[in-house]
């Protein structure tokens, strides 16, 4: 597939802390390549940069083997670059259709037909992502949350883009509306085009992309096809987890609690408080012991064990003695 995105060597600071450190990026015509790394790692910044939202105080962009440089949205917008943001970007105040044409509109306001054409091409859209529904003279303000990402889902359909950046924008979905997402960016690819889908949900990646790149404190750390990987070897990649796998119990290194990576983990994890009392069992740990966080919670590992005495329970209490355990920053 043809090269269409690469970007080099980017740095951007704020003030006097680091958020991109050389970091860089590739994206192929007609892929979907999930961008996935811890909170405050760079995902959203280096993808805002891409288009034309902030300015890099060093690195490169080429489109298409050409160099280009945006210092303002209107010129990614130009050249085929689209972003659906984590915080919407929709003008509330104005209904569905101007919003989703508002580039064009106020050339065209007071003259009915054209205005109808524009009202017939917004269904057409909105039909396409399977919100056809959506009431067109509402201000988009006061629309369903979901209907209103539809709409700025839409506004990026309009422009005809040839990268389309998704950022963290599953987490306002229901399961039908995630899978008519997840059609579009099929959809999309088919065409062509060249998706970003930024998430830190290890399993969203597995239904959505052909490749995967990790971010790491700023930089690009791996980029792997998600065809060669499993969920325990990505999370390890882009969460800083350490799983000694040749062991039959694995000491779990967390730099930070992050609940929605632990509920994904394809293992048990209990967290335990400073007084070692349980406060957090991902759904993993819930099947193993056979009760839920909440009947697990408040209880110390010994009585956990006591009670479900299974095939690691000494080997668990072994490695805790010798003060192999579960720690995070």
């Not at 010994?302 to 805790?320: C, K, Q, T, Y």
Request: hydrophobic fraction near 45%; aromatic fraction near 6%.
């Amino acid at each position: 597939m043809p090269e269409l995105i690469r970007m080099g060597g980017i740095h951007l600071v704020y003030g006097s802390t680091p958020v991109l450190c050389g970091a860089d990026f590739q994206l192929n015509s007609g892929e979907i390549d999930a961008l996935i790394g811890e909170r405050r790692c760079g995902k959203s910044s280096l993808m805002r940069i891409l288009a034309g939202e902030i300015q890099p105080q060093k690195g490169t962009i080429m489109l298409e083997g050409k160099a280009v440089n945006f210092s303002h949205p209107h010129g990614a917008v130009n050249a085929g670059i689209g972003m659906v943001h984590q915080n919407l970007q929709i003008l509330p105040n104005l209904n569905a259709v101007e919003n989703i044409f508002t580039r064009t509109l106020p050339k065209i306001w007071g003259t009915f037909h054209k205005y109808a054409r524009f009202v017939q091409d917004a269904r057409t859209i909105l039909a396409r992502i399977g919100q056809g529904g959506i009431n067109l003279a509402a201000a988009v303000g006061t629309l369903p949350i979901a209907q209103q990402q539809a709409v700025e889902i839409a506004r990026i359909i309009a422009l005809n883009p040839r990268v389309v950046i998704l950022d963290q924008i599953a987490e306002r979905l229901n399961e039908t509306e995630m899978e008519r997402l997840i059609r579009l960016m099929q959809e999309f690819r088919n065409e062509g085009r060249g998706i970003i889908y930024i998430t830190e949900n290890v399993n969203e990646v597995f239904e959505v992309a052909d490749r995967v790149t990790v971010l790491e404190d700023g930089y690009r750390k791996s980029t792997e096809d998600v065809a060669d990987l499993d969920r325990l070897k990505l999370v390890r990649m882009a969460f800083n987890l350490a799983l000694d796998q040749q062991k039959s119990v694995a000491p779990v290194m967390l730099r930070q609690f992050n609940e929605s990576v632990i509920r994904d983990l394809p293992v048990g994890v209990l967290i335990f408080d400073q007084k070692d009392r349980l406060f957090h069992a991902n759904e993993e740990a819930e099947r193993l012991c056979g009760r839920t966080q909440l009947e697990l919670s408040g209880l110390s590992l010994e009585s956990i064990l006591d009670v479900n005495v299974g095939s690691h329970a000494a080997d668990i209490l072994n490695a805790i003695d010798q003060s192999i355990k579960r720690v995070w920053e």
